[in-house]
């Protein structure tokens, strides 16, 4: 059983800031690749943003020099730092996690509750 518990959204003007937190709890041996997601009303869901454990990162283009990914592998906890924030950024963002359990072969992935980001103009 893992929980994946997102925090930090909210409604921020354009150009503000906000950053947001993940926390994987559970029956945890290990957290591989972690990443943000978003997804707003008529769109796709997509890939904002993905971190592995070794620090590997990768992001949209539509969000590269303003958000920043980043990791706390004592903590199983993966943040977006999200900075001069536009109306188009706009969606709930959802983080997802790689993890290796006690005992089990397979990794599995979980996914996060999801936290609302509105930016106004």
């Known amino acids: 059983q893992v929980q994946l518990v997102e925090s930090g959204g909210g409604l921020v003007q354009a150009g503000g800031s906000l950053r947001l937190s993940c926390a994987a709890s559970?029956?945890?041996?290990?957290?591989?690749?972690m990443a943000w997601y978003r997804q707003a009303p008529g769109k796709q869901r997509e890939l904002v943003a993905v971190?592995?454990?070794?620090?590997?990162?990768n992001y949209a283009d539509s969000v590269k020099g303003r958000f920043t990914i980043s990791r706390d592998n004592a903590k199983n906890t993966v943040y977006l730092q999200m900075n001069s924030l536009k109306p188009e950024d706009t969606a709930v963002y959802y983080c997802?996690?790689?993890?290796?359990?006690?005992?089990?072969?397979?990794?599995?992935?979980?996914w996060g509750q999801g936290t609302q980001v509105t930016v106004s103009s």
């Open positions: 971190i592995t454990r070794g620090g590997n990162i």
């Open positions: 997802n996690a790689e993890v290796s359990h006690y005992g089990g072969t397979y990794n599995r992935a979980y």
């Open positions: 559970g029956s945890i041996f290990r957290v591989n690749d």
